[in-house]
T-cell receptor, first 117, second 117 residues
Framework: NAGVTQTPKFQVLKTGQSMTLQCAQD?????MSWYRQDPGMGLRLIHY???????DQGEVPNGYNVSRSTTEDFPLRLLSAAPSQTSVYFC????????????????FGPGTRLTVT | DQQVKQNSPSLSVQEGRISILNCDYT??????FLWYKKYPAEGPTFLIS?????DKNEDGRFTVFLNKSAKHLSLHIVPSQPGDSAVYFC?????FGGGTSYGKLTFGQGTILTVHP
């Protein structure tokens, strides 16, 4: 198993540009989520999905869109990049509803470091 | 408002000694707590968890203690090894929150642990 994969590893955008961060998992996990990590802030939940076709907002959703058309993929779209979106982005997945602990013991991808100038 | 706080940004320990990482929370709805470990340029990995029905959970060299009345948890690593040097994140969730809160984790800011040989 490749686990959770994220592409690209690094990205530089100009203000106003849009892009999609890719996330895929091959563990047949129901639950997937996106976090951003900023210095002194820990990880903050952006959006999450409890299954294909179902998504919801996390703590910091503004400026981001998600969709979940398949179990495996959960892309994160930046609509119009802003310098405040400079961060490290992590995608995570877990078993979700199959076990009561499943949604919490999440498997993380290696991250995408995004810089917006 | 930071609902999960790790007030020590860093901790330095000698190899073989005990490392104690602390975490405080404010939301009384939180009833499931986790510790994640993160190496540079990698995603966080799940380490150990505890539910609010317990006050202690052990896994090898790692023990998590929960004091519900003080809304405080700690992670003990005994004995500490140089390979334990990493950032440690505390996370919390309302396990029985149901609905859209299922699976949502709130993270602390992280503590950088350095174990010296």
């Amino acid at each position: 198993n490749a686990g959770v994969t994220q592409t690209p590893k690094f990205q530089v955008l100009k203000t106003g540009q849009s892009m999609t961060l890719q996330c895929a998992q091959d563990m047949n996990h129901e639950y997937m989520s996106w976090y951003r990590q900023d210095p002194g802030m820990g990880l903050r939940l952006i959006h999450y999905s409890v299954g294909a076709g179902i998504t919801d907002q996390g703590e910091v959703p503004n400026g981001y869109n998600v969709s979940r058309s398949t179990t495996e993929d959960f892309p994160l779209r930046l609509l119009s990049a802003a310098p405040s979106q400079t961060s490290v982005y992590f995608c995570a997945s877990s078993y979700g509803f199959s076990t009561w602990r499943g949604a919490y013991e999440q498997y993380f991808g290696p991250g995408t470091r995004l810089t917006v100038t | 408002d930071q609902q999960v706080k790790q007030n020590s940004p860093s901790l330095s320990v000698q190899e073989g000694r005990i490392s104690i990482l602390n975490c405080d929370y404010t939301n009384s709805m939180f009833d499931y707590f986790l510790w994640y470990k993160k190496y540079p340029a990698e995603g966080p990995t799940f380490l150990i968890s505890i539910s609010s029905i317990k006050d202690k959970n052990e896994d090898g060299r790692f023990t998590v203690f929960l004091n519900k009345s003080a809304k405080h948890l700690s992670l003990h690593i005994v004995p500490s090894q140089p390979g334990d040097s990493a950032v440690y994140f505390c996370a919390a969730s309302a396990l029985f929150g149901g609905g859209t809160s299922y699976g949502k984790l709130t993270f602390g800011q992280g503590t950088i642990l350095t174990v010296h040989p």
